[in-house]
DNA sequence: GCCCTGATCGGGCAAATTGCCTGGGGGCGA
DNA sequence: TCGCCCCCAGGCAATTTGCCCGATCAGGGC
């Protein structure tokens, strides 16, 4: 049996979610609030299995109740659902220690398969987040890249990557007089302030963005 | 009347897309290949709108079979259909410049949907590939942060989002040269060589990545 | 052929940063 | 009270950055 705290500031929103969920045999919400000082006493006095909880509450967020949440047990399960599906709401949700994050969109099968997901312990995501953040991920903005010749974008994605200098002109059988050149010419062209903000433009522009193969 | 070039080095399979792809009236198959080099000669020839290529292929793989036609052709739509979901393996594909990347495991709508929107133009990604991406997005690794105090913590943070030196001095109310030996000690302590290493670094351990509300 | 443009490649030099060491102060557990 | 770790910052040589310059080579256009 696990146990559900319900968290949304609409009556009619948590008669939904109680019709839905009582329905399945396992579960049963033990506790519901409004807002997110309620959701917090509410944690504190049941306990629940998990909590299924809004983005938008009045008063403090729902980002901010999760934090809270969270801060006094660690171990807390929270699954996020909302209207927002955007990658922002979501990655911001997971840094402040949801489990999981599914859109108001989704269907009743699609929440009942996060609610189950999250009770084992693991992050559940709905489709059309996942979505967001992998565009998010992948970049649209070429552009910048338009601007650049085809050895300074190759030289771009070098740097993005993390190769030293000395690795570049390796690489390239260039004098490493000329990959700093290059990469002096290349800030300046894009604009970037620092290495650092060379490589997000860099993945912006989808030149990089691997994790793997190094 | 949209011109497809099928890459596979299975005929079978590419008597399945034919099958598939050939029921819809817009869409034509005016050549076939089954390696990279099949390939390649293949697009010169005959110019398809687009091309959907498997990602194993016999001999160079179809990563590079991607970066050769774009070479050849900037404004090529290539479209990725293949076993892997990995992540990894869909980053590096549209690094080369695929325009979409579906799994074998997707049903045909899914499929045609997707050439669909290549064929516009758009860039198209699967489910399963979505949220493996985002599951990577959304970072497991911690460990490296571990090592780490609040105030390096703190530090990485806003390096890795591409601050300057002197504008964290300033956020943080530090003398310039204090920033610096952080910046220098936190890339010790985690063993980066550059500070776009680092970045990678910080992204892995979920520490930065967000795009919005800076 | 000749000029112009643009991409590629690198030297030079001052100013800034990195790499590494040092040292002092504050908190906290043994 | 003694370490130990974190915070903060100066010093100094070595490297890199920021911005200048000139040379070569390929492709147009006239």
Redesign the pocket.
């Given at each position: 049996m696990t146990a559900i705290l319900l968290v949304d500031d609409h009556p009619i929103v948590r008669e939904g979610y109680r019709r839905l969920l009582e329905r399945q045999p396992d579960y049963r919400i033990v506790a519901e609030a409004a807002n997110a000082a309620e959701a917090y006493q509410a944690y504190r006095k049941v306990s629940p299995d998990i909590v299924i909880m809004d983005l938008s509450l009045p008063g403090a967020s729902g980002v901010e109740a999760v934090r809270h949440i969270k801060q006094w047990d660690k171990g807390a399960r929270i699954l996020i659902f909302t209207m927002h599906s955007g990658a922002a709401f979501a990655l911001k949700a997971f840094e402040a220690g949801a489990s999981g994050y599914v859109t108001k969109s989704s269907d009743a099968a699609e929440l009942l398969r996060a609610v189950a997901i999250v009770a084992k312990g693991g992050r559940a995501l709905s489709d059309d987040v996942a979505r967001e953040i992998a565009a998010e991920r992948l970049g649209e903005g070429r552009a910048l890249v338009d601007e650049?010749?085809?050895?300074?974008t190759?030289?771009l994605r070098l740097v993005a990557s993390g190769r030293?200098?000395?690795d570049i002109?390796g690489i390239?059988?260039?004098?490493?007089?000329?990959?700093?050149?290059?990469?002096?010419?290349i800030?300046?062209k894009i604009g970037a302030?620092?290495?650092a903000h060379l490589v997000w433009l860099a993945i912006g522009a989808g030149l990089v963005g691997d994790a793997s193969a190094t």
């Open positions: 650049l010749g085809p050895r300074e190759e030289i030293t200098t000395e002109a390239l059988n260039l004098s490493p007089k000329t990959v700093q050149n290059y990469h002096y010419q800030k300046s302030r620092t290495d």
